[in-house]
């Protein structure tokens, strides 16, 4: 009789065993079984045995294709099996790879025979269906051997399983479901059309149908594409999909196909566009000039831009039209009817001096504004140009006189200065009307110009010939610092119709800081930790605060002299915050009698840091006092008591033991 180990191994290689002939045939019969894709189905197989006399065991393999079937359960490949033979169910080479073996044994000697000889439902194996159609099962590789390891032959039947989804559609496109679809840049108002835009195809086996496409917003995005159907294996139908903008930025929306389908019955897809559309630009819009009587005409110019920011298109049929007097007149215009995307048209204007007066123009500036449905809204900027022409020159000046400096000194950070201004006058003498000071506008600009405040605005201010100053400032100006320790610059700048116009004025502002320093006990005194018994320790505490309400001050500090003495906390350098305090902790350790001592050596910095002197450097003397253990002494009669209480206990002690 063949041993277990050698019946195992020789049914594990898988090849025909040598030993004897062969005594029985057993044929194996695979059922074929249909179920729906994405199911599960069960292979049920039996054997029966043609004399089948001590049929000891047998393998045998069922291939399938990986991509059509998975094997989900081959557990239960040996059921029914008798009690004597156990079942092994494996996939060579891995699972999925299109293998199933089993192996029927007894491994326990001596090897009993296959009985009874017919087993219905023997064992299975359970696949899920992945495609449609008939798959098939293929039974191979088939070795037996009896119980004395002789080779018995073995038959089987291949069998098919067949995936079926009769009665649904399945859906497919091109782009996928969830992909982007993007129309590039369009002009407002035009239309991109791309056809096809998605491909959709049928991919079950019944008829697909799909109904109109549906736009969560339907803004900018539509489809000519009507509700559509493809018959099963019918050819795959093309959708039309158009962006026509409304508007100029990034437009998105989404579109949805839904339809009749199992897999994916609400396909929807990205809709991406950018709408293009000029991006004109007209600056300044009021120019004033201003000239004298029989002199060269003053000019003045404005811009027509149409900047680039991603969604810009050319600017088309631009034209100019003025309206009002003939003495102001566009000397250079636009150079085309076009203003394209990044072109600026610089449009000069002038004034005629032949007659003194107040004049004033409208220049209107036009061009097409694309809209929805291909049409255009001409689109319109106004420029106002005033003039006004004198006869006599009015004659600015100041108190101060133009280009002194407004320094207001230091102002504490946080706070409003005092205001100081600009007290103006007329020093034309002329008794001409147009004579007269007109103050045009008036603004601060410079590095710090956020710091100050034009708290009296000049502008409008009409000043009749030979008039000065008068006492009273026309312009005024505050500093409000935005630290304690910078210098703030600005200019301020005055406009007139005197022809030496502008006039300005430095301003310059110090920021300051009320940071201070205290400290309790106050810097300069001594911190005494008292009288310690050796061996014992204590701490003291010196409180010190930030005086000032608006920066941090930096304090550093170190201890120095006896080792006794010692800085507990906090961990220096420090900020001290304005108003906070910080306490600084030292320890005593007394090892022995004895005056110990140390000193407390401080920095205090503003806020300029290191970058400026310090704003105090206090000291602090600390000493702890470690006091000697006295031992009682007696005095002389003391003493002489203590000898005769000695020698009365001894003269009783030796009567007792005389009696």
């Not at 159609?133 to 070795?143: E, M, P, R, S």
């Not at 840049?185 to 096809?196: M, R």
């Not at 500036?365 to 689109?379: I, L, M």
Request: proline share 7%.
């Amino acid at each position: 009789m063949v041993s277990a180990k050698k019946f195992l191994a020789a049914l594990i290689a898988g090849g025909i065993l040598t030993a004897g002939n062969a005594f029985a045939q057993i044929a194996i019969t695979v059922d074929s079984a249909a179920g729906a894709v994405g199911g599960s189905i069960t292979i049920m197989y039996d054997y029966s045995a043609m004399d089948a006399d001590d049929v000891g065991g047998f393998q045998f393999d069922l291939t399938y294709d990986p991509v059509a079937l998975t094997p989900t359960d081959i557990t239960m490949c040996g059921n029914n099996a008798p009690a004597t033979h156990v079942a092994a169910c494996t996939e060579p080479g891995g699972a999925g790879n299109g293998t199933v073996r089993t192996l029927i044994a007894d491994f326990v000697p001596p090897t009993a025979e296959i009985a009874p000889f017919a087993i219905a439902d023997f064992g299975e194996f359970t696949f899920m269906i992945n495609q449609a159609g008939v798959h098939a099962l293929t039974f191979t590789n088939a070795v037996g051997a009896d119980i004395n390891a002789a080779n018995v032959a073995i038959g089987g039947n291949n069998a098919t399983i067949t995936g079926n989804i009769v009665g649904a559609a399945g859906y497919a496109s091109v782009p996928a479901p969830s992909s982007n679809v993007d129309f590039g840049a369009v002009v407002v108002g035009q239309t991109n059309s791309i056809d096809p835009a998605i491909t959709v195809s049928e991919t079950g086996d019944m008829q697909l149908d799909v109904m109109t496409p549906a736009f969560t917003t339907g803004t900018n995005f539509a489809s000519t594409t009507a509700a559509f159907s493809i018959v099963d294996g019918g050819p795959a139908v093309d959708v039309e999909l158009s962006c026509t903008p409304t508007a100029r930025g990034a437009l998105a929306d989404l579109v949805n196909l839904d339809n009749n389908s199992i897999n994916d019955a609400t396909p929807q897809y990205d809709l991406t566009c950018d709408g293009l559309s000029p991006n004109v630009v007209v600056a300044p819009l009021v120019i004033n000039l201003n000239g004298i009587i029989g002199m060269v005409n003053p000019t003045g110019m404005f811009n027509v831009s149409n900047a680039q920011d991603g969604f810009t298109s050319d600017a088309l049929n631009a034209s100019l039209a003025e309206s009002g007097t003939a003495e102001i007149s566009i000397t250079d215009g636009l150079t085309d009817g076009t203003i394209s995307v990044d072109e600026t048209d610089a449009v000069t204007v002038d004034c005629s001096t032949a007659a003194p007066g107040m004049f004033s123009e409208t220049i209107t500036v036009q061009w097409d504004e694309p809209n929805a449905g291909g049409g255009v809204t001409p689109t319109t900027q106004d420029v106002t140009v005033n003039c006004t022409i004198i006869n006599e020159i009015a004659e600015y000046e100041s108190v101060p006189a133009e280009g002194s400096t407004l320094d207001f000194g230091a102002v504490l950070n946080g706070t409003i200065s005092a205001a100081l201004g600009i007290d103006i006058g007329n020093s034309n003498t002329d008794a001409v009307p147009n004579g007269i000071l007109s103050i045009t506008g008036a603004s601060i600009a410079g590095p710090d110009a956020g710091v100050f405040t034009l708290a009296t605005d000049p502008t409008g201010l009409m000043i009749a010939n030979d008039v000065g100053p008068d006492g009273t400032d026309d312009a005024e100006v505050t500093c409000s610092p935005t630290d304690g320790f910078s210098t703030f610059t600005a200019t301020l700048t005055i406009t007139s119709n005197d022809p030496d116009t502008p006039h300005t004025y430095p301003l310059t502002c110090d920021g300051d800081s009320d940071e201070g320093f205290d400290s309790d006990p106050a810097p300069g005194s001594t911190l005494d930790l008292g009288f310690l018994l050796p061996g014992m320790d204590t701490d003291g505490t010196i409180s010190m605060f930030n005086t000032g309400t608006t920066d941090p001050i930096n304090v550093d500090c170190s201890l120095s002299g006896d080792p006794e003495l010692t800085l507990v906390s906090p961990v220096f350098p420090v900020d001290i915050q304005p108003g906070a305090s910080i306490d600084t902790v030292i320890n005593c350790a007394v090892p022995s009698p004895g005056l110990f001592s140390a000193t407390l050596s401080c920095t205090v910095l503003g806020v300029l840091g290191t970058g400026g002197p310090p704003i105090a450097t206090p000291s602090y003397d600390v000493r702890c006092t470690g006091a000697a253990v006295e031992v009682p002494t007696l005095s002389r009669f003391g003493l002489i008591a203590l000898v005769m209480t000695l020698m009365l206990g001894g003269f009783i002690a030796f009567r007792l033991r005389q009696n």
